[in-house]
């Protein structure tokens, strides 16, 4: 058996997801995956991880739900959804009540952040990804919790989601105002919305 054959089976086996550990366990060297990124057949996530360029992400997500039910998909990947940003996360950024624990598998990779039920439950909506339902935050929510959470996230991108937000037709100020308040960033948010618009 071919080493691309051997690789590919790998990612088979472990959900469309592969380290470079893997290869090394079973006597590989890390250049293949180099030059199957090269070649389009896999996408490198982060240093050390890579998954199937043809992972159907639909699927992806429908696993993350299974994992993690009660999730909400928030902060970046949140963004990536609604466009907000262009960077995209190499893992899913999921928020869970924080008295809630959750064992997670190597794949896919998550992220998960232990909210107060005070914050979690706050905009919750439900969108539907392939034939999967999946719980997000609303599109105002998820834009104040760049500005709730800007000291972790960076500057550059907490401006960023929001200035894509005030570029949007359909943008609600009354409603991210309304969240900007139960999230206590309203002053922020007014100082914001004074500058850029």
Same mark, same amino acid.
């Given at each position: 058996?071919?080493?691309?054959?051997? @690789?590919?089976?790998?990612?088979?086996?472990?959900?469309? &997801?592969?380290?470079?550990?893997?290869?090394?366990?079973?006597? *590989? !060297?890390? !250049?293949?995956?180099?030059?199957?990124?090269?070649?389009?057949?896999?996408? %490198?996530?982060?240093?050390?991880?890579?998954?199937?360029?043809?992972?159907?992400? #639909?699927? =992806?997500?429908?696993?993350?739900? $299974?994992?993690?039910?009660?999730?909400?998909?928030?902060?970046?990947? #949140?963004?990536?959804?609604?466009?907000?940003?262009?960077?995209?996360?190499? =893992?899913? !950024?999921? #928020?869970?009540?924080?008295?809630? %624990?959750? #064992?997670?598998?190597?794949?896919?990779? @998550?992220?998960?952040?232990?909210?107060?039920?005070? &914050?979690?439950?706050?905009?919750?909506?439900?969108?539907?990804?392939?034939?999967?339902?999946?719980?997000?935050?609303?599109?105002?929510?998820?834009?104040?919790?760049?500005?709730?959470? $800007?000291? %972790?996230?960076?500057?550059?991108?907490?401006?960023?989601?929001? /200035?894509?937000?005030?570029? =949007?037709?359909? $943008?609600?100020?009354?409603?991210?105002? !309304?969240?900007? $308040?139960?999230?206590?960033?309203?002053?922020?948010? /007014?100082? &914001?919305?004074?500058? *850029?618009?």
């Amino acid at each position: 058996m071919n080493q691309n054959h051997q @690789i590919l089976r790998l990612f088979g086996q472990n959900k469309g &997801y592969a380290r470079t550990r893997d290869l090394l366990d079973v006597g *590989l !060297h890390h !250049h293949y995956l180099d030059i199957l990124v090269q070649e389009g057949v896999i996408i %490198k996530i982060k240093r050390g991880l890579y998954r199937l360029a043809s992972l159907d992400i #639909a699927d =992806e997500l429908e696993e993350v739900s $299974r994992i993690v039910p009660e999730g909400v998909i928030c902060l970046f990947s #949140a963004w990536n959804y609604y466009e907000l940003s262009d960077f995209v996360p190499p =893992e899913y !950024h999921i #928020a869970i009540e924080k008295s809630r %624990k959750v #064992a997670l598998p190597d794949y896919p990779p @998550i992220r998960l952040y232990y909210w107060s039920e005070k &914050y979690w439950h706050i905009g919750i909506t439900e969108v539907t990804i392939g034939e999967t339902r999946l719980k997000i935050y609303e599109k105002e929510k998820a834009v104040c919790d760049a500005i709730r959470f $800007r000291n %972790k996230i960076g500057r550059d991108v907490e401006k960023e989601v929001l /200035k894509n937000y005030l570029k =949007e037709k359909g $943008r609600d100020i009354e409603r991210l105002l !309304h969240f900007a $308040r139960l999230l206590r960033v309203e002053e922020q948010m /007014k100082t &914001y919305l004074t500058v *850029l618009l």
